[in-house]
């Protein structure tokens, strides 16, 4: 009886064990990742993705690419501010006020991008871009819902 409940007690760990879920790259090395590529870079893979899902003609191509320099100049910036910041024991949470400022930035900056976009893309294209930049949103928000349940978890352990 005693050897049953050994086995039964070690078969049970050992699932436990097997179901553990393997978490793929966080989102720093992510972040790393893209960091890594100039602004250029990034800006020509951006803009090869957006050729083949929106196919794009030559004009749009580069209009789009000229947009998307620019914006990938302006994240390089900020993720090395942010990185300074970061090194020199500076960094602390935004007030209030320094959040609102930082996402009215932000969603000006999506709404300065999407009439861009607008005047650029077809009727269709344009559809199909939003509806691309959707999926991307839910991706985003269930990714950081899986970092808060995880955190959680950590937290109870």
């Given at each position: 009886?005693k050897?049953?409940?050994?086995?039964?007690i070690?078969?049970?760990?050992?699932?436990?064990?097997a179901?553990?879920?393997?978490e793929?790259?966080n989102?720093e090395?992510?972040?790393?990742?893209?960091?890594d590529?100039?602004p250029?870079?990034?800006?020509?893979l951006?803009?090869k993705?957006?050729?083949?899902?929106?196919?794009?003609?030559?004009?749009?191509?580069?209009q789009?690419?000229?947009?998307?320099?620019e914006n990938?100049?302006?994240?390089?910036?900020?993720?090395?501010a942010?990185?300074?910041?970061k090194?020199?024991g500076?960094m602390?949470k935004?007030?209030?006020?320094?959040?609102?400022k930082?996402?009215?930035?932000?969603?000006?900056h999506?709404i300065a991008t999407k009439?861009?976009?607008?005047?650029i893309l077809?009727?269709e294209?344009f559809?199909k871009?939003e509806?691309?930049?959707?999926?991307?949103?839910q991706r985003?928000?269930?990714?950081?819902?899986q970092?808060?349940?995880?955190?959680?978890?950590?937290?109870?352990?």
């Amino acid at each position: 009886m005693k050897r049953l409940l050994i086995i039964a007690i070690a078969l049970i760990s050992i699932q436990g064990i097997a179901q553990e879920r393997k978490e793929g790259p966080n989102r720093e090395q992510r972040t790393h990742r893209m960091s890594d590529l100039t602004p250029e870079e990034a800006a020509t893979l951006q803009t090869k993705k957006m050729v083949l899902h929106l196919d794009l003609n030559e004009s749009q191509q580069k209009q789009i690419y000229k947009l998307n320099l620019e914006n990938a100049i302006t994240r390089n910036d900020m993720m090395a501010a942010m990185k300074a910041k970061k090194e020199s024991g500076s960094m602390e949470k935004p007030s209030k006020e320094e959040r609102l400022k930082m996402m009215n930035a932000k969603l000006d900056h999506q709404i300065a991008t999407k009439t861009k976009m607008k005047t650029i893309l077809s009727k269709e294209q344009f559809e199909k871009w939003e509806k691309a930049q959707e999926k991307m949103h839910q991706r985003a928000v269930g990714m950081k819902k899986q970092e808060g349940k995880r955190k959680g978890d950590n937290q109870k352990k």
